[in-house]
């Protein structure tokens, strides 16, 4: 049986992007915007074309750093709490998801976000072949959210939601949006394919409510089960492929 490194060696010439999300850069088409950038050497000398492609013994450097090596894949799985950014650069954030993970020496990143207000499952990773997949709407990789609104919406509401809106000339639409009884209150479960800028909050407000919580509680068939708000765990090898897996 072939072993990673055995298959990898088989991959050359390997598209610059995709060597770089092996090496934990960041996912495939965000490496594309930094190659593009101008941001990265293959042997010495400075690309930005995104199709470049390297053969096995090319040396490649990202802003004048040493050569990108393998590293130890890491799987994290964090319940962010509100007031958190899913991004490591934004200077005026004042609290970040990285701030919540303790991993020295790591260059770690979200598997896509959620916005300041949101909270639950997010997954940190330096797998950026694995973020792609996850993250990619081509994979099919479905999210599941609870949401909370501010009153009850009504049954041509929830039709509303369900057959689609044109907000800001984007078309959103959810997988499925269900009801969930809670407690007291009204819970809205819903599924996503793509999960586009405030999708939830913006098909919410297009039916005229607002979102109070919106928590995400799946990736694929990966749970955020009872994990504390704020605190995170690693994922097995075994445990992150259930998250491209699909949801029941």
Not at 9 to 19: G, H, S, T
Not at 25 to 34: D, F, H, L, P, T
Request: with cysteine.
């Amino acid at each position: 049986m072939k072993n990673a490194e055995d298959t990898e060696k088989n991959e050359f010439p390997m598209r610059l992007a995709k060597f770089m999300a092996s090496r934990g850069v960041a996912s495939r088409r965000k490496c594309e915007e930094i190659i593009a950038a101008g941001r990265v050497a293959v042997n010495g000398e400075d690309v930005a074309e995104v199709a470049t492609k390297i053969a096995e013994n090319d040396t490649v450097s990202l802003d004048g750093g040493p050569p990108l090596e393998k590293r130890e894949k890491i799987y994290l799985l964090l319940n962010k709490p509100r007031g958190f950014l899913c991004s490591a650069k934004d200077p005026h954030a004042e609290k970040t998801v990285f701030d919540l993970i303790d991993i020295p020496g790591e260059r770690l990143f979200t598997v896509g976000r959620l916005d300041l207000d949101s909270e639950g499952l997010v997954i940190l990773t330096n797998d950026g072949q694995f973020a792609e997949k996850i993250a990619h709407p081509k994979y099919g990789v479905l999210k599941r959210y609870e949401v909370k609104t501010s009153r009850p919406l009504s049954n041509a509401e929830m039709a509303k939601i369900r057959s689609g809106v044109t907000d800001d000339g984007e078309f959103l639409k959810p997988v499925s949006v269900e009801r969930k009884k809670r407690g007291n209150g009204e819970h809205l479960v819903f599924i996503l394919a793509e999960g586009k800028k405030r999708e939830i909050r913006r098909l919410v407000a297009a039916a005229g409510a607002k979102v109070q919580c919106l928590r995400r509680v799946a990736v694929g068939k990966l749970e955020l089960g009872k994990l504390p708000t704020g605190k995170w765990r690693r994922l097995s090898g075994k445990e992150a492929r259930t998250a491209a897996k699909p949801l029941a």
